[in-house]
């Protein structure tokens, strides 16, 4: 899959993994757009998926195209608003699973490096120490295996495309990334191998801590 591959989103059954009158949350696939894009061949997306089930959900935040995993709607334009501050302001907690190529080494660490779009290129970004946007993730290794790691990331900004570009600044490209990856990491992958694993959120309506999380399917 690159860049120009046709839109063929994946077909099946919404995965809600919990809803109620304020929120909806959802486990998205590999390979489906949050969003419409520009033209009528990019209008199936998560968003009008949702919609079709929960008419009155409302957009917070977005996974890119080939990223799954959790994802959190508003159900009303109060839940919507105080959803998109706790993301502004990093009060929720993500966590994700990944696999990329190569010894990850150390077994922790953390990736403090600033980025932004790659305009002859875009949609590519670039570190930028001059005028890049604050992007840190942390990581922590879960398992090594041949010629691969298995790594969970943790990121305290959510710049686009951060976690691909800090794994690839450090060296070790994400598996199956069709924007990044090159060679035998992208040819012998049937996706990004990048999954949104668990999202922390304050409910908004009475602000309890609520925790999603949905398996990895890698």
């Known amino acids: 899959m690159s860049i120009s591959t046709p839109y063929t989103p994946p077909q099946g059954p919404l995965d809600v993994l919990h809803e109620d009158h304020e929120i909806v949350v959802v486990n998205k696939p590999s390979g489906l757009l949050s969003v419409p894009g520009r033209g009528d061949h990019l209008a199936d997306c998560l968003l009008s998926r949702v919609q079709v089930a929960f008419p009155t959900a409302l957009l917070v935040h977005r996974l890119d195209r080939d990223t799954s ?7 009303t334009p109060h839940a919507q608003r105080n959803l998109s501050m706790q993301f502004e302001k990093r009060t929720t907690k993500k966590t994700y699973v990944a696999r990329v190529d190569g010894h990850l080494d150390p077994k922790t660490g953390t990736v403090d490096l600033p980025l932004i779009v790659d305009w002859p290129n875009r949609p590519l970004q670039m570190v930028d120490h001059e005028n890049g946007k604050p992007a840190v993730t942390d990581w922590r290794v879960l398992k090594y295996s041949d010629g691969e790691t298995r790594v969970r990331l943790s990121p305290k900004t959510g ?7 800090h794994m690839l600044a450090l060296g070790h490209v994400i598996l199956g990334d069709p924007l990044y990856a090159k060679g035998a990491a992208l040819e012998n992958h049937d996706r990004l ?26």
């Open 159 to 165: 710049r686009s495309h951060q976690l691909r570009v």
């Open 69 to 75: 995993g959790v994802m959190v709607f508003g159900q």
């Open 193 to 218: 191998m990048l999954h949104s694993e668990e999202l922390r959120i304050n409910h908004p309506e009475n602000g309890r801590g609520m925790s999603f999380r949905a398996k990895a399917p890698f």
